[in-house]
């Protein structure tokens, strides 16, 4: 039997404060099948070459390429060299246009232009590292951005060692992405779709082995000039607890003798679950995550328990970033509640629901969860019952102000677009921000059309028609029409009403870019104090004139019973249980007028909210902006 490892590649742009979790768990996958491996987080490898070369390269470079050049290619165009696409000169130039359309910083650009230029040598570097290994067969992660360099070191490896077998895998993988992939790029011999778990150990053994590759559910492979894509087996999927405990060793490794160590404090992946239990009971229009498998299952929490003790001492990390698409709600009492009483100092990234109670909010930070990724997306509530989010307007503000009062960053978008959208909801959003700008605000973003997603499955049922992939694609890729539209993940819509959602946005986004430029000054800048049958509330926020109210008998009533959201009804019986006798329906209405005009309550849909956070929540509210993820 060979003894020659496999190796697993992690190209840019991953984030460079991470261990890829995907790595992780594909050496653990093979090393437990009695196989050895190799890791290499070129991506951190690629930080760093950028560092030595140009000094002036930072980690927020990076970060920028990741973020706002997701949507135009830019990681993919930086590693578009001579190994995987034809040199353009028109090309090139009609890219440069794209990013100073899309508002690409030109500083950024003109140093990654240098960069660009030493793309080749970089990948003959990452080819000597890997082929110094002898490995068996190399296998490349693949996630948003990384197809174009994952290709291009691909294609150094195919040319100096012809037969070295090369896989792909990963979400970029899914569907009819994994033929279209092996049609663009002739130097990928494999591509793995869904999870690897279920295929990798007899397939890297048969190639370890240089033994025929057993016939495997997804796996896409080359039949003399025809490409054969076997079919996913429907009723398989991983038990979580049998995913194997993560190795990162590499990662921790190579960030020790990195130049950019000093400024990267890393974060450890936690992946709890797979799929997402509300996409299972209505699948949210615009999303495309989890591809074609969305079925939720989780680990147990005796296993969750101990991966995050394991690794915590390994690598000596306190602070962890959960990898899943929705958070398993029983973990807040089964895993959060033993971390709580434990008292230590171990930090938390989960996503989740955006209708979360407030003892549930309470409950995720006292087990050490300091920053959500809440899936609000709008406040408006008819939009989000276009997206079938199965949560109110009211809820998500709620979250928001629930968040500041615990110390909990949120991290939400708030997207505009959807078909059928009514323009008057983006007015009123617009009125209604002022009042919200004490809380965290949103990154803002048109809808984008993502594989998977039902609006992309189905574009003519939801008023919509499926334009190309996003302009970026025949700029940097050398293929064919159709090649192309198979390898996209995101493409450009059309709207059958014809509408044109810039037209009515404008005000909604000068409202969303002053709450972002204020939020060091304002987050946390409406609070209340309660004295002996009253209520002191300071208003500072920079959107008013600041102001100091006291409430006292009725308007203290009130306003407290707002203070998690109340329809005056229950406002009017909370008041008489408070003052021992009762309030006319017309006299409540009153004084919440005035509170919702000087914008300390907000109205819903029959609901009302008491905007204030209780007095010392400012301070949470401002560290957990300073130092959450």
């Known amino acids: ?122 990948l003959e570097r990452c080819a000597d590292e890997i082929l110094a290994d002898d490995p068996a067969f190399v296998g490349f992660t693949l996630v948003y951005s990384q197809t174009l360099p994952s290709a291009a070191l691909a294609q150094v490896l195919e040319r100096r060692a012809p037969e070295l077998p090369i896989v ?28 690897a778990e279920l295929v990798l150990p007899p397939l890297a053994r048969a190639l370890v082995e240089g033994a025929p590759l057993p016939e495997l559910p997804g796996v896409c492979a080359r039949d003399d000039a025809a490409i054969v894509a076997r079919p996913m087996d429907a009723g398989a999927r991983v038990r979580m607890d049998d995913v194997p405990l993560p190795v990162f060793d590499e990662y921790f490794e190579r960030l020790a003798h990195s130049a950019l160590s000093a400024e990267i404090l890393p974060q450890l992946p936690l992946e709890t679950a797979r799929g997402c239990w509300w996409g299972e009971k209505q699948h949210c229009t615009f999303c495309g995550l989890n591809g074609l498998e969305m079925r939720f299952r989780s680990k147990s929490a005796e296993r969750v328990l101990a991966e995050i003790d394991t690794l915590a001492e390994r690598h000596g990390v306190l602070d962890f970033t959960s990898v899943d698409n929705m958070l398993d709600l029983r973990y807040l009492e089964t895993v959060l509640g033993p971390l709580e009483r434990r008292r230590g100092d171990l930090t938390f990234f989960f996503e989740t629901k955006s209708n979360l109670r407030e003892e549930q909010v309470a409950a995720l930070r006292a087990g050490g969860v300091s920053s959500i990724q809440p899936g609000i997306e709008s406040l408006s509530t008819p939009i989000l019952e276009r997206m079938r989010k199965g949560v109110t307007a009211f809820q998500n503000i709620r979250l928001l102000k629930w968040c500041a009062q615990y110390g909990i960053r949120p991290i939400w978008n708030l997207l505009y677009g959807f078909p059928g959208e009514d323009p008057a909801e983006y007015e009123r959003m617009a009125r209604l921000v002022p009042a919200l700008t004490h809380l965290t605000p949103p990154s803002m973003g048109p809808l984008m059309l993502y594989r998977f997603s039902p609006y992309h499955e189905r574009p003519a049922e939801h008023g919509i028609e499926l334009g190309e992939p996003l302009p970026y694609h025949e700029l940097v890729y050398d293929a064919d029409r159709e090649t192309l539209r198979e390898l996209a993940q995101v493409f450009e819509l059309r709207y059958l009403d014809g509408r044109d959602p810039q037209r009515y946005v404008g005000a909604l986004r000068e409202q969303v870019e002053r709450w972002q430029r204020d939020a060091a000054r304002n987050l946390g800048a409406l609070t209340y104090r309660r004295g002996p049958g009253f209520v002191v509330v300071t208003d500072t926020r920079t959107t008013s004139q600041a102001a100091r109210y006291v409430l006292s008998g009725e308007e203290a ?73």
């Open 1 to 122: 039997m060979s003894n020659r490892p496999a190796a697993f590649v992690c190209m840019p742009w991953h984030l460079l404060g991470s261990p890829s979790s995907q790595l992780g768990t594909l050496q653990a996958v093979v090393e437990r099948a009695g196989l050895a491996c190799r890791s290499y987080s070129l991506y951190l490898a690629f930080a760093d070459f950028a560092r030595r070369q140009d000094a002036s390269f930072s980690l927020d470079d990076y970060g920028r390429v990741c973020s706002e050049g997701l949507n135009i290619g830019l990681g993919e165009w930086l590693f578009a060299t001579p190994q995987v696409r034809r040199a353009s000169a028109e090309r090139d130039e009609r890219y440069r246009e794209l990013c100073r359309a899309t508002g690409i910083d030109g500083r950024l650009l003109a140093r990654l232009e240098a960069l660009r230029e030493l793309v080749p040598q970089f």
């Open 168 to 195: 792909f895998g990963g979400t970029s993988c899914e569907g009819p992405m994994g033929p279209a992939l092996l049609r663009a790029f002739p130097q990928v011999d494999l591509v793995v779709r869904g999870e």
């Open 557 to 629: 009533a009130v306003f407290t019973a707002c203070d998690s959201g109340a329809t005056l009804k229950s406002i009017v019986a909370a008041v008489e249980a408070d003052l021992g006798h009762g309030l006319a329906l017309e006299r409540a209405l009153e004084i919440l007028t005035e509170l919702c005009d000087a914008r300390l309550c907000v109205e819903e849909r029959g609901r009302y909210l008491a905007l204030a956070l209780p007095h010392g929540a400012r301070a949470l509210a401002a560290h957990a902006a300073a130092h959450s993820r």
